[in-house]
């Protein structure tokens, strides 16, 4: 049952899933895309839906697609754009707060909880991370190495585990409710 994930979040901290060398490296990377994280957050999130059409009905009122499963033009850019640079400016916190574990941990289960009230379930998010790993390749380009990819995905489903502590989901809504 998910009541049992409960209680688990204050042990495991992002610091103690990460080497020395990961940190090191998702710090090195966040400093260089800093200033580019709204535009990494769009990429992300229109590979997304092009990747993920069936997920564009969580966001009903701001995603639009076409026929050939290109988002479209009345698509309400600013709301994805800001939900997209949400997401990147969370990442961002996760790997800036790698010393002080605790605090951030349950803001992200916060977040678990808001997600779950709008039916996206801990499977859809856990499908952002292709188009996460396709977003941060366009924009860190050759500093996007393997090893800098393992460490970003590493924070990447940290962030996915502490948000599935705060949605308070059975085995079975896990694997039926996000429409795969
Ligand atoms: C690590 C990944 C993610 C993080 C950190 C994140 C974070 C957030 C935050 C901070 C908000 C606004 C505050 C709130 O309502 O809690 C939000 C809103 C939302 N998120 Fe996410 N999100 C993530 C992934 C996703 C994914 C993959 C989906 C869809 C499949 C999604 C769907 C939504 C929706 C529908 C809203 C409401 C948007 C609105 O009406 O303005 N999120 N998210």
């Keep these: 049952m998910g009541n049992a994930q409960k209680g688990k979040c204050k042990k495991d901290s992002l ?3 990460l080497t020395p060398r ?4 998702c710090q090195e990377t966040l400093e260089l895309m800093k200033d580019d994280l709204p535009r990494l957050g769009l990429i992300v999130f229109t590979r997304f839906f092009e990747t993920e059409p069936n997920l ?4 009903p009122k701001i995603v ?6 290109q988002l479209e033009l009345d698509t309400d850019m600013e709301v994805l754009g800001r939900h997209a640079s949400t997401v990147m400016h969370s990442l961002g916190a996760a790997v800036e707060s790698l010393d002080h574990d605790g605090f951030f941990e349950g803001i992200i289960k916060n977040i678990g909880q808001s997600h779950q009230r709008r039916n996206v379930t801990p499977r859809m998010i856990e499908k952002l991370w292709p ?5 941060l390749k366009e924009v860190l380009i050759d500093s996007y190495t393997k090893e800098v990819a393992g460490a970003w995905k590493k924070v ?3 962030l996915c585990r502490h948000m599935k502590y705060g949605m308070n989901l059975t085995e079975d809504e896990e694997k039926t409710s996000d429409g795969s």
């Design 156 to 158: 990447f489903f940290y």
């Design 64 to 69: 639009k697609m076409n026929d050939s499963n």
């Design 56 to 59: 564009k009905r969580v966001f």
């Design 15 to 17: 610091a103690a899933w």
């Design 22 to 25: 990961q940190k090191l490296l």
């Design 131 to 135: 188009s996460l790993s396709y977003g």
